[in-house]
């Protein structure tokens, strides 16, 4: 399901992990911001929902 972001390198990877948990654990769902976690992974909002559909399902990955 996740293809994409699993053939990503291992450095990349754990860039954006990263960034999304820092987000997810200083804001709740409601609040947390996308914007702020490619930002911050440095990557294209298009590639982060490329990667995973929707936010929702990103946070499903996470856990």
Known sequence: MYQAFMNL???KRQAII???LKEF???HYATA???RIVSNARISK????HYFGSKKK???FLI
């Open 46 to 49: 298009g590639i982060l929902y």
């Open 9 to 11: 390198a291992e450095d």
């Open 25 to 27: 654990s200083i804001n």
């Open 18 to 20: 990263n960034a999304a």
């Open 58 to 60: 990103f946070v499903s």
């Open 33 to 35: 911001s996308t914007n």
